[in-house]
């Protein structure tokens, strides 16, 4: 019993020190995303938008939550059966971020678990779903008092495959095999934000 006072009595006076350091951050963002793989020559780079909080218990390790959207142009390609359209990505994602270096100007990493919804590239052979994702980076982020700026960049691993060509193989009532593969995305953005400490 005796320990368990002694280990209460530490941790109320450790906590305020510890969270003296802690912070919340909410940052937007705005930049450009790119597919990978199968549609790395088959879509135009197009926009990447969203907005993440921050929960930073000590200057050096926290976890993020956040939404990324993108809006990507595939090309026609008539080779392989796929039409134009713009394909749209939604995705929320969990991540754990380290700070390399804390202080004013901070490089960090990150890694975590996203689930993304992709949708309007079915003229492209492209189905409406939810895909599980592995979001990752790193980026750069410089505090001006309560204010934030920096750069990022996050590649998105999706562990189910999206397709990215036509099915048919071209006689009625007959499926052939897929014409496209598996592909990823990636996004640069610039961020805009406010610390609370």
């Known amino acids: 019993m005796r320990k368990i006072i002694v280990a209460l009595a530490a941790a109320v006076l450790i906590a ?18 790119h597919y990978t793989s199968s549609l790395s020559s088959g879509s135009d780079t197009g926009a990447a938008y969203g907005a993440r909080l921050g929960i930073l218990p000590t200057p050096m390790l926290g976890v993020e939550l956040g939404y990324l959207g993108t809006q990507n142009n595939v090309k026609q390609s008539l080779d ?13 994602y969990a991540d754990v971020r380290l700070n390399l270096l804390p202080g004013a100007f901070t490089p960090y990493v990150f890694g975590g678990y996203g689930l993304t919804w992709v949708s309007g590239g079915a003229a492209s052979g492209i189905p409406n779903r939810s895909v599980n994702t592995l979001p990752f980076g790193g980026g750069i982020e410089a505090n001006a008092g309560a204010f934030k700026i920096g750069g990022r960049f ?28 598996n592909s990823d995305f990636w996004g640069v953005t610039l961020d805009l934000g406010a610390s609370f400490r």
């Open 16 to 33: 305020p020190a510890v969270w003296a350091d802690s912070e919340f951050s909410i940052a937007l963002q705005g930049g450009a995303s």
């Open 154 to 181: 996050q590649y998105n691993y999706l562990f189910d495959r999206i397709y990215t060509g036509n099915s048919s193989s071209g006689v009625p009532g007959v499926v052939g095999a897929d014409k496209g593969g």
């Open 80 to 92: 392989i059966g796929r039409e134009a359209s713009t394909l749209m990505t939604n995705e929320g």
